[in-house]
């Protein structure tokens, strides 16, 4: 049981290269959500997918996209990458609304 | 707006002591409360949530927390810190009325002092 799973742990991107961060989940939840971190800023929400064919905006989702492949699998893309989308990005699951969330281990990405 | 604040950006408690790490919120309806703790180059872990009854909640590694409806307060408590304790510590936030977010604080930062 591996619980919530990142790719790639790092990343180090030019600025207006793309790329998609890869999160997957064994634990059969419904919910899953993209997080920033950064310092002073706590977490902030993304995109969130509150069960298997949706999505919904956070609180930061300009410059993001999102995928819910299916239910154990949920992508985030950068289009066109910006020195401030440097960050550490999470991704991490819930089974619903009361309940907690368990967090993947993080992808760590510098845009130069 | 629900919103969540953390009004410490760093905690610093003598080992064996007792910690309190704050955190007030602001809902529309009911709150769903929520302590995660996150160690160095690692992610977020659940360590305890209110969602009804008792207002004393307890969790895991010896901490509970206190929910104060009147104070709008859920302040996180151990009884004797570990130096192991020393991590950064989240609080969040879920309305009742909404169906989507969570809000985390900026974290607090645990420093335990041997």
């Known amino acids: 049981n591996a619980g919530v799973t990142q790719t790639p742990k790092f990343q180090v991107l030019k600025t207006g290269q793309s790329m998609t961060l890869q999160c997957a989940q064994d634990?059969?939840?419904?919910?899953m959500y993209w997080y920033r971190q950064d310092p002073g800023m706590g977490l902030r929400l993304i995109y969130y997918s509150a069960s298997e064919g949706t999505t919904d905006k956070g609180e930061v989702p300009n410059g993001y996209n999102v995928s819910r492949l299916n239910k154990r699998e949920f992508s985030l893309r950068l289009e066109s990458a910006a020195p401030s989308q440097t960050s550490v990005y999470f991704c991490?699951?819930?089974?619903?609304?009361?309940?907690?969330?368990?967090f993947g281990p993080g992808t760590r990405l510098t845009v130069l | 707006a629900q919103s969540v604040a953390q009004p410490e950006d760093q905690v610093n408690v003598a080992e064996g002591n007792p910690l309190t790490v704050k955190c007030t919120y602001s809902?529309?309806?009911?709150?769903?409360l929520f302590w995660y703790v996150q160690y160095p180059n690692r992610g977020l872990q659940f360590l305890l949530k209110?969602?009804?009854?008792?207002?004393l909640v307890k969790g895991s590694y010896g901490f509970e927390a206190e929910f104060n409806k009147s104070q709008t307060s859920f302040h996180l408590k151990k009884p004797s810190a570990l130096v192991s304790d020393s991590a950064l510590y989240f609080c969040?936030?879920?309305?009742?009325?909404?169906?989507?977010?969570?809000?985390f604080g900026k974290g607090t930062r645990l420093h335990i002092l041997p």
């Open positions: 991490a699951s819930g089974k619903g609304f009361v309940d907690e969330q368990f």
């Open positions: 969040a936030v879920r309305d009742s009325n909404r169906d989507d977010k969570i809000i």
């Open positions: 209110y969602i009804t009854g008792d207002n």
């Open positions: 634990m059969n939840h419904n919910s």
């Open positions: 809902v529309s309806g009911n709150p769903y």
